[in-house]
Structure formats: structure tokens, C-alpha cells
Nanobody
Framework: QVQLVESGGGLVQAGGSLRLSCVAS????????MGWFRQGPGKEREFVAA??????YFVDSVKGRFTISRDNAKNTVYLQMNTLRPEDTAVYYC?????????????????WGQGTQVTVSL
């Protein structure tokens, strides 16, 4: 059974940093695309970042502030979030396996984590 478990969320002041982790179990995803999405209060699920074997992708609003990385030996993907803003407040979800190449499309991912809350205060 495949599981994705996110951690690292919390409450942080604007300008602060958090690092989210997503640990996968049940199979390895070293050759698969993995992504991060978020859903703020009253908002639709939004693409944040994705990583493949060779590339990384980001939504414009986080470019220069967020980085995505992976440790295949640990079957883990990370989202380093710097210079956080109140508008980054959301539940952040990890997603895995997207053979379509449309990494910003949430419905192209096969596996999802349960989410971790990130709250950024003024």
C-alpha cells in the first residue's frame, strides 16, 4: 500500500521559513515526478512545485522563495519555503506519480498525502 506522509508544517511569522517533508512508502518514486500543491481557505487546490529526474517547476508566486528537492535514498521530497507571506497560508499536499508531463495539473497525480497545515501570520 502506497502512502505519502507530509510533515513540517506549522505557524510562522511573515518572512520566516519552513521545510516540508514528504516520505513515501510502499514503493519507490525515484524515477517519478513528485509535486507539492496547496489549498488555502475558500480556494481551489493550487500547484506549487514539482520535481522530475531532471527538472524543477514552480508557480510564479513562489519562484525565488521556494525550492523543491528529493532524496531518492530516503524516498523523500522536500519543499523549502523561505520569505513566507500570509498568502502562503494553506494546507500543503504532496503528490506522486504523474506520467503525463502536466505537472501543474493536480488530477494527473496518482498518489496523495493527507496534507500539512502552514499558517503564516503578520
Amino acid at each position: 500500500q502506497v502512502q505519502l506522509v507530509e510533515s513540517g508544517g506549522g505557524l510562522v511569522q511573515a518572512g520566516g521559513s519552513l521545510r516540508l517533508s514528504c516520505v513515501a512508502s510502499g514503493r519507490t518514486f525515484s524515477s517519478d515526478a513528485m509535486g507539492w500543491f496547496r489549498q488555502g481557505p475558500g480556494k481551489e487546490r493550487e500547484f506549487v512545485a514539482a520535481i522530475t529526474w531532471t527538472h524543477t517547476y514552480f508557480v510564479d508566486s513562489v519562484k525565488g522563495r521556494f525550492t523543491i528537492s528529493r532524496d531518492n535514498a530516503k524516498n523523500t521530497v522536500y519543499l523549502q519555503m523561505n520569505t513566507l507571506r500570509p498568502e502562503d497560508t494553506a494546507v500543503y499536499y504532496c503528490a506522486a506519480e504523474n506520467p503525463s508531463g502536466r505537472y501543474h495539473q493536480w488530477n494527473e497525480y496518482k498518489y496523495w498525502g493527507q496534507g500539512t497545515q502552514v499558517t503564516v501570520s503578520l
